[in-house]
């Protein structure tokens, strides 16, 4: 029964110090793949995609427009799991922006200029 005791004491130390493990990602950057800023292209579907950014959980991702400065209307403002997003969106000029978080931190913010025809 002592060695239970000790066991369990054990395993209940380490599950509880899990969060001391948790990777600071504030100094990085979610790297982007497609529309990179500037894009120019077609509105309708518009897929949003970046590459996994190591120790993220989630991702929050926001699209404005015509920009957050001057934000006439938020498009999106939601959390993902998986590193792509699709929004349908009209003819007009647009900033996005996509960051990674977990349980403790959040990366770096960087917006990104997208216009549609």
């Known amino acids: 029964m002592k060695k239970m005791i000790i066991v369990m004491f054990f395993v209940t130390l380490l599950v509880g110090c899990e969060a001391i493990f948790v990777d600071n990602i504030s100094d990085k950057n979610v790297e982007i793949l497609a529309p990179i800023n500037g894009t120019v292209m ?32 938020i498009l999106a403002d939601t959390l993902v799991t998986k590193t792509t997003f699709m929004n349908n969106l009209a003819a007009g000029d647009y900033e996005w922006v996509v960051f990674g978080i977990n349980s403790e931190y959040q990366s770096k913010e960087e917006m990104y200029k997208l216009t549609l025809n």
């Not at 509105?43 to 590459?51: L, M, R, T, V, Y």
């Open 42 to 73: 077609t509105s309708g579907d518009i897929i949003f995609s970046w590459k996994s950014l190591e120790g993220a959980d989630q991702y929050k991702v926001r699209i404005a427009t015509p920009n957050f400065l001057n934000a006439t209307k």
